[in-house]
């Protein structure tokens, strides 16, 4: 089975610094995706960044990069240069193969920017 | 195309009543899904289409839960004989069939069973 592991219920940083949620995960597939998602206070969920598995090179989005340790299995976000609008839940997830790229979410991170 | 929808966004029920939640996916998207979400939790996948065919139910929560997406445009998701334990947000995704693909979600049913 797949797992997705957030170790961070919660989480509070200072607006314009940097903060990294921290994910691992557990995959039995060859290739794989991994994602985060954010989900702000009663909006929809977006995606942030993904990270294909054989790429090497750490996926980068603007103000979010991720730290991909393959042979560790973990997958942490890093956040730079935070802002008020950042303030949402945040979900890593594996994709299933096996159920048509269904995600396989963790439990979610809350990240609170404050002024 | 304003994304993918749901409908409605708020439903509070009685026990034992039967519900039908609504999702207008995206419309090029072939897939589309069904997660639950409970509070303090990711959300749980339940079931996917491609195109009009339901390939994969057996994570639905039991034999109460059914959904179904007649000519592969929108999606139903039925409820019946709900229990106070179906409380929760029940999330609609749709995306294109590449392995990476960015799923985008609806805004959500939250569901209340009193």
């Known amino acids: 089975a797949q797992t997705v592991t957030q170790s961070q219920p919660e989480m509070s940083v200072q607006e314009a610094e940097t903060v990294t949620l921290s994910c691992t995960y557990d995959t039995s597939e060859s290739n794989y995706y991994l994602f985060w998602y954010k989900q702000p206070p009663s909006r929809q969920m977006i995606l942030v960044i993904r990270?294909?598995?054989?790429?090497?090179q750490n996926a980068t989005e603007n103000r979010f990069s991720v730290n991909f340790q393959k042979a560790a299995k973990s997958f942490s976000l890093k956040i730079s240069d935070s802002q008020l609008g950042d303030t949402a839940m945040y979900f890593c997830a594996s994709i299933n193969s096996n159920s048509g790229y269904a995600l396989n979410f963790g439990k979610g991170t809350s990240l609170l920017v404050t002024p | 195309d304003t994304g993918v929808s749901q409908d409605p966004r708020h439903k509070i029920t009685k026990r034992g009543q039967n519900v039908t939640f609504r999702c207008d996916p995206i419309s090029e998207h072939n897939r589309l899904y069904w997660y639950r979400q409970t509070l303090g939790q990711g959300p749980e996948f339940l079931t996917y289409?491609?195109?009009?065919?339901?390939?994969?139910k057996s994570r639905l929560l039991s034999n109460r839960f059914s959904a179904e997406r007649p000519k592969g445009s929108f999606s139903t998701l039925e409820i019946q004989r709900t229990e106070q334990g179906d409380s929760a947000m029940y999330l609609c995704?749709?995306?294109?069939?590449?392995?990476?693909?960015?799923?985008?979600f609806g805004q959500g049913t939250r569901l209340t069973v009193v």
């Open positions: 995704a749709s995306r294109t069939g590449q392995g990476g693909a960015e799923a985008f």
């Open positions: 990270q294909e598995a054989y790429k090497q």
């Open positions: 289409f491609q195109n009009e065919a339901q390939l994969e």
